[in-house]
């Protein structure tokens, strides 16, 4: 008879790179293998749901493609001739590089570049280390988070807000620029219990019908980059028709009579013509706010990825200070829990060796870093070297064209530490394999709720495989550099960390599962008053001081609209490039992560564009045919999509597909720009001006 295999369910924390960082039940079959895994009922946020990406994590961590050994470039660059070698030969080769850049050009020529293929304090943020004992050229991240962070710590003082939990008492939640249904499952538990128990409605803001909005009550479709506008025309309507909190006002904000003076000219007609949203939804929609007490404000990251994004951002955070919103449960806003947590990361970051004179690097401007940019350069050396853990930047970053000329540079050494053959790792000279989450232990915090927790090894990595602190603690040795935390296995980094932030230790912590630091009720609705030092809610935004950590100042930041407004700084649209094109997240796939897994691939089939029926005719398009996007800096294929559920001259690409599944070769990030977002830098993804045009011969039809 065979023997039943023995089935343990443990605990760990997912670690990609979303807000909801959801509590997991994990099968460990014979201690060996990962069978199903479930969202935790134990953890209150994540409340038992977890994506359909992660509860199929088993085709991902036991994909018979995982990198298992170390491997050496045997062929010309990007040709994936590689040759396999030992560890030793591996480290060895990558510390006399590093070595033999900084004897010739200096430290700064050596560049460790990372990002958020994993949350986890420990293997994300540990690079940090490395760069910072050794003076390296340090990295300044900026493709994700810093625009939306801004707009929000500018209104309410710090980056924090009502628990989202309390979506579920609410009696009106507004999902104003995110696609929660494909990229935040949890925030859907939440509103669609309030909607079950308390009759509450769902209102959707975003630039097409995507399955959130599929799912709402009130659905509000506007133009990319046009969400101030949107915010300003229903503020103007909440004043004039007698929704805004006056005692509230009052009490909480900085300059209610200026802000209403200035939203005076403001209205739904203006909004109108600038957003492309009706007058008659704009008034609903305001109306619906100001008659909802409880109304939540679940603000995302979508909206603010364009050149205008932080003041956007600002914007729609006034209006629950309009209404006084703030004062009730399940009232409010949320964006990020950041501020709450406060974890001193010296020891993960080596930050008591940093050197603030070390230039800093701009992660989304790598293209023009790698092609000798001067600016880019800060005017110092070329990058020589890297290290690139726990990101895809060959397909993820903006200006492909400029990244992948960098990258084929002869004189460019990099080592890319990955779980896969990536289209980065294809360009590499020496490629590591990299465990994944369930095969080391880490620290985790969730950004989209309040909780802590451990993320323990559960199963043994396959092969060769090593964990990042491994890595770094191996370069470390033959770079004779010394840390305490280079010294240290990942638990006593975490143990020490949570000593050091007040946190207690790393058993108390595995005890707790997953540990809830809710703020108390006036904290987490500023009834005490605001973050800024007079206690109010600005809307007067002071871009040159926002509360947010180690930000520089980048773009245009001095001439960012005060009060709420539109701010007409995106790329506009010409005769030559007629159409907006934003690249909204696919439901499958997270950035490039789990580009390779079956059930992933299938789901998501071809790269398409969604293309309104009437821009369809113009151009001669029809469904499933070939259409070709570019601008000047660069153009791509993809397979038409005819979609009524956006406005006229927006194409939505749901993205990051890789390069290689494009026609010749050229992905959708070659139409993106790295132009610096004010005030702090980021990456306007979704502020793009294009032209379409059909292509020849036909790409396969869709499935």
Known sequence: MSRRAEIEIRHSTCPHDCPSACALDVEVIDRSTIGRVRGSKQQTYTAGVVCAKVARYAERIHHPERLTYPMRRSGPKGSGQFARITWDEALDEIAARFNAAEAEFGAESVWPYYYAGTMGLVMRDGINRLANVKKYSRFYSTICSNI???????????????????????????????????TQVNVMTHAARARKERGARIAAVDIYDNDTMKQADIRVILRPGTDGALACGVMHVLFRDGYADRDYLARYTDCPDELETHLATRTPEWASAICGVPVAEIEAFA???????????????????????????????????????????????????GAIFGFDKTLIEGLDTLDPTTRVLDQSKIGRILTGDADALCGGVPVKAMLIQNTNPVTVAPEQTLVREGFARDDLFVAVHEQFMTETAAMADIVLPATMFLEHDDLYYGGGHQHISIGARLVAPPGECRSNHEVLQGLATRLGIRHP?????????????????????????????????????????????????????????????????????LGP???????????????????????????SPARSFLNTTFNETPSSRAREGVPTVLIHPADAETIGVGEGDAVTLGNIRGETTLTARLDGGLRRGVLIAESVFPNSAHAGGRGINVLTSADSVAPHGGAAFHDNKVWAKKALPPLAKRD
């Not at 609209?561 to 690249?583: G, I, K, M, N, Y």
């Open 485 to 553: 935390a280079f010294e240290m296995t990942p638990r006593e980094v975490i143990d020490a960390t949570l000593k050091k932030s007040g946190r207690g230790t790393i058993e108390a912590l595995e005890a707790d599962l997953w540990r809830d630091l809710q703020p108390d009720f006036r904290t987490a609705h500023f009834l005490d008053g605001f973050a800024h030092p007079d206690g109010k809610f600005h809307f007067r935004a002071d871009w040159s001081h926002v509360n947010v950590p180690r930000q520089l100042k």
């Open 148 to 182: 939306a962070w801004s707009g929000y710590a500018v209104g309410a003082g710090k980056v924090a807000g009502v628990d989202p939990r309390e979506m579920a008492k609410s009696d009106l939640i507004v999902i104003w620029g995110t696609n929660a249904v494909s």
């Open 287 to 337: 109306r619906a706010i100001g008659e909802t007490k409880r109304s939540f404000f679940r603000l995302g990251y979508g909206f603010t990825r364009s050149r205008n994004g932080a003041a956007q951002m600002h914007a729609a955070l006034c209006i629950p200070a309009v209404t006084g919103a703030w004062q009730h449960e399940g009232g409010g806003a949320f964006f990020n829990n």
């Open 557 to 583: 930041w001095q001439s960012m609209p005060s009060l709420p407004d539109h701010w007409s700084v995106t790329e506009q649209t010409d005769h030559a490039h007629p159409f907006r094109l934003a690249t």
